[in-house]
T-cell receptor
Framework: GNSVTQMEGPVTLSEEAFLTINCTYT??????LFWYVQYPGEGLQLLLK?????DKGSNKGFEATYRKETTSFHLEKGSVQVSDSAVYFC??????????FGEGTQLTVNP | DAGVIQSPRHEVTEMGQEVTLRCKPI?????LFWYRQTMMRGLELLIY????????DSGMPEDRFSAKMPNASFSTLKIQPSEPRDSAVYFC?????????????FGPGTRLLVL
């Protein structure tokens, strides 16, 4: 297979709660992995990435670790803010310059 | 840096009309991607170019869709004739180089509604 699977949303949390959004992938080899974020009315922005196994990508308090044993790249943040409300997409490197995206997970953080 | 520029931001048209979406990639980037986003199908890659040459158009839905990149700073996605099921947000993205490790930078999108 050649797919990316994200946990189903929507996810609703209170401010300062712990966030996990699960992402698993199927692939041959060790593709680069990405998390993109889409704020309302905007295009996608790269949030973080990891290019090899066991790498940890981090940005703005978000982290994700490339786990080849479990073919996973789960997104975590220790304390979410209202401003983190957005749609989060997991993606993996495919052939050529292509990315394969997951379905997206809507996150809403309430004050 | 102005980022990826798309126009128009919103387009409302009637079924059967021709629609042309425009994209200006980030200067110096040599890969350009067109995506379509809908609630039902999520984010789909339609076509991508490298050095102005179409590399993979397997995501283009049908012959009504066509894309061109006449030079390094401009690309168009055309739908002719348009249908209601084409209603979606269309994103253009660009990246530096051909390696997938290169970050793709997305434009703000064109929201298309076909009545």
């Amino acid at each position: 297979g050649n797919s990316v699977t994200q946990m189903e949303g929507p996810v609703t949390l209170s401010e300062e709660a712990f966030l996990t959004i699960n992402c698993t992938y199927t692939a041959t080899g060790y593709p680069s992995l990405f998390w993109y974020v889409q704020y309302p009315g905007e295009g996608l922005q790269l949030l973080l990435k990891a290019t090899k196994a066991d790498d940890k990508g981090s940005n703005k308090g978000f982290e994700a670790t490339y786990r080849k044993e479990t073919t996973s790249f789960h997104l975590e943040k220790g304390s979410v803010q209202v401003s983190d409300s957005a749609v989060y997409f997991c993606a993996k490197e495919t052939s050529g310059s292509r990315l394969t995206f997951g379905e997206g997970t809507q996150l809403t953080v309430n004050p | 840096d102005a980022g990826v520029i798309q126009s128009p931001r919103h387009e409302v048209t009637e079924m059967g009309q021709e629609v042309t979406l425009r994209c200006k990639p980030i200067s110096g980037h040599n890969s350009l991607f067109w995506y379509r986003q809908t609630m039902m199908r999520g984010l789909e890659l339609l076509i991508y170019f490298n050095n102005n040459v179409p590399i993979d158009d397997s995501g283009m839905p049908e012959d009504r869709f066509s894309a061109k990149m006449p030079n390094a700073s401009f690309s168009t996605l055309k739908i002719q004739p348009s249908e209601p099921r084409d209603s979606a947000v269309y994103f253009c993205a660009s990246s530096l180089g051909t390696a997938t490790k290169e970050t793709q930078y997305f434009g703000p999108g064109t929201r298309l509604l076909v009545l």
